[in-house]
């Protein structure tokens, strides 16, 4: 009965010492960072990328898919624990969330059709933008298209997007260049152009305004990732390219979260990579 009893007793501890599942929140169809494999499950640079940081943590994960601007509502009502994204940390939204240090630099970036030809913003005139509903390229359009001249086209994801190019629906895309940058190594009908180096940021993971301690734990898994060539190497298989020692997936960022924005802590990391 004793044995029984303390096997018992060993159960429940480590039933209460078990981290419940990290609830991630996705955009769906949206590759190279989320997409489903042929047997429906998640996949994609994110995706990995979150897995393999729970795993650090011991956790679970579980996914919820639903357009950004939801996802932004569920993460401040605490539906979700962590936007994988990758989420472009810009300070209006880091008054909102905490952002880890980024895993990708990103731009605004336009992509284009054969024989379009997009140097300068004044190329727009008079073209089809495709853009991601939604979202701050979608914005972007919005707020530009009348002063220079060209017609939004919007889609409800982000390979619909850069279908719509590939297709002849429009004549350009506007999209994150992290984005650009694969879906432009696969395809053949795609090249990227004009980028905004004014909108240059970090691309990272976001967590709740209040989930400090979660945003550090996460960053430094990150980090260990980092450090053990994880990254870069997602960054081949899903973005084609291998990242150069300047690029963030090899780049590690003094202090927690992206300097300059609020929520950055200077403090410094300590992350326990042997663990």
Not at 47 to 57: Q, S
Not at 60 to 85: I, K
Not at 99 to 122: I, S
Request: hydrophobic content about 45%; charged content about 20%.
């Amino acid at each position: 009965m004793r044995a029984v009893l303390a096997a018992l007793l060993i159960m429940t501890a480590s039933a209460q010492a078990a981290e419940p599942a990290l609830r991630a929140g996705v955009v769906p169809d949206s590759p190279p960072f989320v997409l489903a494999d042929r047997t429906g499950k998640l996949t994609g640079f994110s995706v990995v990328l979150i897995r393999a940081i729970a795993a650090r943590l011991k956790r679970d994960v579980v996914f919820t898919e639903a357009p950004l601007p939801a996802l932004f509502t569920s993460l401040a009502d605490g539906r979700v624990d962590v936007l994988p994204g990758p989420v472009q940390a810009t300070p209006e939204r880091a008054a909102d969330m905490l952002f880890t240090e980024g895993y990708l630099w990103t731009e605004y970036q336009f992509g284009t059709a054969p024989g379009v030809t997009l140097t300068a913003l004044g190329d727009l005139r008079g073209k089809r933008l495709a853009v991601h509903a939604g979202t701050d390229y979608a914005e972007w359009a919005a707020r530009n298209g009348q002063r220079l001249g060209f017609i939004a086209v919007a889609r409800p994801t982000l390979a619909a997007v850069f279908d719509a190019v590939r297709t002849g629906a429009a004549d350009a895309s506007l999209t994150s260049s992290s984005a650009l940058r694969a879906a432009a190594a696969g395809r053949s009908k795609l090249t990227a152009a004009l980028a905004l180096p004014e909108t240059r940021t970090h691309e990272g993971l976001a967590v709740a305004e209040s989930a400090v301690e979660l945003r550090d734990e996460i960053e430094e898994a990150l980090r260990c990732l980092k450090q053990d060539g994880s990254v870069a190497r997602l960054s081949v298989t899903w973005l084609g390219s291998k990242p150069g020692p300047e690029d963030l997936e090899n780049l590690v960022i003094p202090g927690y979260g992206v300097p300059g924005l609020a929520g950055y802590d200077p403090k410094p990391h300590k992350p326990r990579c042997d663990k």
